[in-house]
Each structure stands twice: as structure tokens, then as C-alpha cells.
């Protein structure tokens, strides 16, 4: 049986908002930083990030400037949340992107 790799040049730009590795996943989340704010919750719920938080300090210690804000979050079952991490790029580096 003959395996072949898949062309790498093929592979889309955009990650799948179901693959699931952690390499889909920062791409997902840079990508939407580069968009604006995202909190935890948005996170888990649009990119299908269950672990927000490690997936930024992986990005961090990529270099990128990623900030966090703490408040308070109601879910989309109206419970609120307290102590949510919200996340955003720098101005310097939302800008450059």
C-alpha cells in the first residue's frame, strides 16, 4: 500500500471550525482577534475552542501580544458569569493585521 502525503500548498487557509487540533485552533483564534475582542465563552461556543486560555499563552509565546480583560459575561442561557476572561490583540499588532 502506497501513502502519500497530502500536499501541504492544498490545505485551506482557514481552519475548520471542527478540527480540533491545536494548531487549527490558534489559527482559528488569531484570526478572530484580528477581528476584534472574544471573550471565553464566545470562544467555546463559535470556534469550538474548549481551552481558550491555553491556546493564548501558546500564541503568546509565539510572540503575539495578546491581552486579557476580567468581567462579568451572561451565557446564552442568560446565567451570569464572573471573572470571564476576555481577550484582544494590542493596538500595535491589531493594526498591523
Given at each position: 500500500?502506497?501513502k502519500?502525503?497530502?500536499?501541504?500548498?492544498?490545505?485551506?487557509?482557514?481552519?475548520?471550525?471542527?478540527?480540533?487540533?491545536?494548531?487549527?485552533?490558534?489559527?482559528?483564534?488569531?484570526?478572530?482577534?484580528?477581528?476584534?475582542?472574544?471573550?471565553?465563552?464566545?470562544?467555546?461556543?463559535?470556534?469550538?475552542?474548549?481551552?481558550?486560555?491555553?491556546?493564548?499563552?501558546?500564541?503568546?509565546?509565539?510572540?503575539?501580544?495578546?491581552?486579557?480583560?476580567?468581567?462579568?459575561?451572561?451565557?446564552?442561557?442568560?446565567?451570569?458569569?464572573?471573572?470571564?476572561?476576555?481577550?484582544?490583540?494590542s493596538?500595535?499588532?491589531?493594526?498591523?493585521?
Amino acid at each position: 500500500m502506497d501513502k502519500k502525503k497530502a500536499d501541504q500548498q492544498a490545505s485551506p487557509k482557514h481552519s475548520a471550525v471542527d478540527s480540533t487540533s491545536g494548531a487549527a485552533q490558534r489559527q482559528r483564534l488569531l484570526e478572530r482577534l484580528q477581528e476584534g475582542p472574544a471573550n471565553t465563552v464566545e470562544l467555546r461556543r463559535d470556534l469550538n475552542i474548549m481551552m481558550p486560555a491555553a491556546r493564548v499563552k501558546e500564541l503568546r509565546e509565539a510572540g503575539h501580544d495578546i491581552r486579557t480583560h476580567y468581567g462579568r459575561v451572561h451565557d446564552d442561557q442568560g446565567r451570569l458569569h464572573i471573572g470571564v476572561a476576555t481577550y484582544y490583540l494590542s493596538t500595535g499588532e491589531a493594526s498591523a493585521a
